[in-house]
């Protein structure tokens, strides 16, 4: 069965470092999320990106947060200064459809450790 | 704003027994669909059931079922004949009608107990 997949599993970064979060969502898949977990919270969206353009981004995706789909296989999360309270399970999400109860695939995640 | 509310951090369970876990939801929308996650310690989300707000029949998937009530906002997930591959943390979730993203509650963490 077809995977959402992310890279690293695991990466550390100091303070005010970029980081670029990767994903490869299922292929025929059209929309594509990003979800983050603070260590004993709940998973909060980011934001939805659909045909090369943000959809939805929740009030944490602020301008540090960048979202790109360069090569039409990869998607990617960029924090551009990292900051101590970024330190989170970021997953990715794909999906086929919009609407309904179409469902959301999720990728293993990628734990992003701040010093 | 819409919030999800899972009342138990933690529930255990005896092998082969039934489970239920708990969660309630916030919104002023009527037209809505919940789901239900299952995270195990790979940590990869995965879809157990789903409910379209609209549909009065409780949806079922095997040996998952849920509890929907849409005027007390609650969405439950009975677990029967509960299995070891069931450990794991469970995770509802909301999504208006129209919108893409997905709200969480805090999760349940699932022992099954041999």
């Known amino acids: 069965e077809p995977e959402v997949t992310q890279t690293p599993s695991h ?8 980081v670029i979060l990767r994903c490869v969502p299922i292929s025929n898949h059209l929309y594509f999320y990003w979800y983050r977990q603070i260590l004993g919270q709940k998973v909060e969206f980011l934001v939805s990106f659909y045909n090369n353009e943000i959809s939805e981004k929740s009030e944490i995706f602020d301008d540090q947060f960048s979202v790109e789909r360069p090569d ?15 330190s989170a399970m970021y997953f990715c999400a794909s999906n086929l459809l919009a609407g309904g109860t179409d469902t959301q695939y999720f990728g293993p995640g990628t734990r992003l450790t701040v010093l | 704003a819409q919030t999800v509310t899972q009342s138990q951090p933690e529930m255990s369970v005896q092998e082969a027994e039934t489970v239920t876990l708990s969660c309630t939801y916030d919104t002023s929308e009527s037209d809505y669909y919940l789901f239900w996650y299952k995270q195990p ?52 979730a909301y999504r208006p009608q129209g919108a893409q993203k997905l709200v969480f509650g805090q999760g349940t963490r699932l022992t099954i107990n041999p």
Request: charged share 25%; net charge positive.
């Open chain 1, 11 to 18: 990466q550390v970064t100091q303070m005010g470092q970029e």
């Open chain 1, 72 to 86: 039409g296989s990869n998607f990617t999360l960029k924090i551009r200064s990292t900051k101590l309270e970024d």
């Open chain 2, 41 to 92: 310690p790979s940590r990869q989300m995965i879809l157990v059931i789903r409910q379209e707000a609209y549909k009065q029949q409780n949806a079922t998937e095997n040996r998952f079922s849920v509890n929907f009530q849409k005027a007390a906002k609650s969405f439950s997930l009975k677990i029967s004949d509960s299995q070891l591959g069931d450990a794991a943390m469970y995770f509802c």
